[in-house]
């Protein structure tokens, strides 16, 4: 004869076993089919939206998978370790690559900035007064392009009898001369010499000879 409580025990075993087993099968089984059929994720790449269907585990690994590979410079949302989930939208946004030349001294740079003033602002890059800036700054920005800047240079220059704060985007004395029409004769001569190279705060005079 059973007892009471060892009656009780063996029927909650005959139903509650089964169940957890039911239980744990259909989460191998969900497992199964989400490795199989994969997850359907959207990838932004510009304009374009690619509808893909993975089985990764990562941001990361179903891009690989869906041959859409990341530049150095460009920004993945979410990050490329982050979980797949079903129906995510994963965004990529492609750094523009250009040269940037300042006051003759070129680098090649990446940037997210969509007008040329933009870029100027993101590198802290200030054009005042005479500066000038090619393309103009609302120009809008593209792959492979050149902006070049030069910033004007304040020259304290005296010639002919008086003294001037000169501005000019000239690189040498002999070139601000000749910006400013100064005609020099056989004996004229310039302190410092004409070949000097320009730079801000500089002071330069023309000696006349007679």
Not at 105 to 119: I, M, W
Not at 121 to 149: H, K, N, W, Y
Request: one cysteine or more.
């Amino acid at each position: 004869m059973f007892k009471t409580g060892e009656l009780s025990k063996q029927k909650i075993r005959r139903f509650v076993l089964p169940l957890i087993a039911l239980i744990v099968l259909a989460a191998i089984t969900a497992i199964v089919c989400a490795a199989v059929l994969g997850k359907v994720v959207y990838i932004h790449d510009g304009e374009t939206v690619t509808t893909f269907k993975t089985a990764k585990l990562t941001v990361g690994e179903a891009l690989e998978e869906a041959e859409i590979i990341p530049g150095e410079f460009d920004v993945v949302d979410p990050a490329l370790d982050a979980k797949i989930e079903v129906g995510m939208e994963i965004y990529i946004t492609r750094a523009i690559p250009l040269t940037l030349t300042v006051d003759g001294v070129s680098e090649e740079v990446h940037t997210f900035s969509k007008t040329v003033e933009a870029l100027l602002a993101e590198r802290q890059i200030s054009c005042v007064g005479f500066d000038t800036v090619l393309p103009a700054a609302e120009t809008e920005i593209t792959s492979g392009m050149e902006i070049v800047v030069n910033h004007s240079k304040n020259i304290t220059f005296t010639w002919d009898g008086k003294t001037e704060i000169v501005s000019t985007l000239t690189n040498s004395v002999r070139e601000m001369v000749a910006a400013m029409d100064l005609t020099l004769s056989e004996d004229d001569f310039t302190e410092p010499a004409l070949d000097t190279p320009l730079s801000d705060g500089l002071e330069a005079r023309l000696v006349r000879v007679t």
